[in-house]
């Protein structure tokens, strides 16, 4: 089973920046797209940022510019920079990966937790 551990949300000033993280563990064989997305109250999830196996990246409108999706293919990890902070961007962000346990198994998605990103004065 895939465990994806996120950490680094928190409460910050407009204008102020955060940096997530998302740690997979587990028996995996190979892990494709990861993908950030987040939930504001009332509000669908939406995706924020996606990043393929290869480093190719792709950003929300609203994010772009300001947020920056990477990954370390060896340490199975993700982060999102987040920088200039808006009050919209308050949200629990997920972590989202597509992940092959075996060579010959099918891919499938994994979600984390869940951390809470609150921009207020």
Known sequence: ???LVESG???VQPGGSLRLSCAASGRI???ND???YRQAPGKQRESVAVITRGGSTDYADSVKGRFTISRDN???TVYLQMNSLKPE???VYYCNCNARLRRFD???DYWGQGTQVTVSS
Do not use: C, E, R
Request: net charge positive.
């Open 1 to 3: 089973q895939v465990q």
């Open 9 to 11: 949300g928190g409460l």
């Open 29 to 31: 064989f190979s892990i």
């Open 34 to 36: 990861i993908g950030w």
């Open 74 to 76: 060896a340490k199975n």
């Open 89 to 91: 961007d308050t949200a």
């Open 106 to 108: 099918k891919a499938n």
